[in-house]
DNA sequence: TGTACATCAGTGAACGCGCGTTCACTGATGTAC
DNA sequence: TGTACATCAGTGAACGCGCGTTCACTGATGTAC
């Protein structure tokens, strides 16, 4: 009775553990104040023990923000798929997942949300055109998700206002990273939380059924 | 005939040269990875003449984030001020208001528009509970300014939805530190010009005049 | 108006430390025959 | 089942460079008398 899923080796477990730390690292004080020195302190290795890993400093940073892509995307779309299995209406799906989806936001490493790509966005000077793109490719998958949800409501009940409905997804993912700012700058409970209520009230103000019920 | 504004010594031009400098990298590429090196460099003085002006790299730090202060806190109640003057409606003062806003966080030093509390909000680790104070000063003024035209508008017409009204505020401040980073990202047009419009038109929405009319 | 002194706005040289990176080497595990 | 070899997952020592910081000094400007 063999899994599928391959057992990772000596190897991949200490690789994704430095990954781990990495990207606390750089949520809490950004990759250039993170050294190499205490990932390796922290893992419990040597300087070239890392290098075995990494072929750079750079090669790292884009190593988490690949695993992080990955595992955004790969969340998003489990979110979608069993929130769909459990109910028919888009926007009551849509509605449902976005709370998961917030609720995973602020579940992010060291329990201190962060979105890697915002903490990388401000500091995209440092990097070349690949990081970049790594970047902007979570952004678009997450735009690209919400949007076709928002393409089925529409659908099945046109939006009372003239709306964009691109501009309407960049909206969840704005408040999702500007909650998270504003909550890891005050301490008063999760303006995350509460923003995505809001946004789920305008959600279900735009897509209400037609005054003829 | 003599002005009441100062006008500024030698001294005092380079420093804010310097701050000028140390906003656009702090922006471009985060607090650490910006060396007093670059910045004396392009400002055309030796490192001790740095030194004369701040104590401390982080001396530099917490002296850009006060100046951000003080600009948003001019820039914001001289904007609400004139649109008061223009008008008498609380809603469409905020309205009007809001696009300035937005427009005035685009223009931001280097034309790449950015939010310096944002970008130092991710490399907190870095510093001590002074500059995390002031990060948060940033935010509770913008909130508060937003809050108190919130609820005169409130005062006059009470919002369609039961809605916390600080809420309300921060989703503003959240759709500009968010449109900042997806525009810095994606070359795409102006996503913060689209986000604040929609929230316009969310605010129209839940303060729409009563259907008594 | 001239001199004495104080403050302003820096200069120049030196410091040590931590950082990212390299390179030759090594013990443990896996694979072929 | 035993031996030979290859790959994996590292070690240890050394490197040079750039960084933030210090300190003794200095020419230009401002102020008092």
């Not at 553990?17 to 419990?44: Q, V």
């Not at 995307?73 to 209406?89: P, S, V």
């Not at 949007?147 to 206002?161: E, Q, Y």
């Amino acid at each position: 009775m063999s899994t599928d899923v391959k057992a990772p080796s000596r190897g991949e477990r200490t690789r994704s553990h430095l990954l781990d730390l990495a990207e606390a690292a750089f949520l809490e004080k950004g990759y250039a104040a993170t050294s190499i020195e205490e990932l390796i302190a922290a893992a419990g290795l040597t300087k070239s023990g890392f290098f075995y890993h990494f072929e750079d400093k750079l090669d790292l940073g884009k190593a988490v923000l690949k695993r992080d892509n990955d595992v955004i995307r790969d969340g998003l779309t489990k979110i979608f798929e069993e929130e769909a299995a459990k109910q028919d209406d888009p926007l009551e799906v849509l509605l449902a997942a976005l709370v998961r989806y917030a609720e995973a936001a602020m579940a992010s490493p060291a329990s201190r949300p962060g979105c890697l790509a915002a903490a990388f966005s401000y500091q995209q000077a440092l990097f070349d055109t690949e990081v970049r793109d790594l970047i902007r490719e979570g952004f678009d998958f997450r735009r690209a998700m919400l949007r076709s949800w928002l393409d089925r409501i529409a659908a099945t009940r046109p939006p009372r206002a003239p709306i964009d409905l691109d501009t309407l997804a960049d909206m969840a993912i704005s408040l999702i990273q500007g909650g998270i700012v504003i909550d890891r700058v005050r301490d008063t409970g999760p303006a995350l939380r509460a923003q995505m209520e809001l946004y789920r009230t305008y959600l279900r103000a735009l897509f209400a059924a037609p005054a003829g019920k």
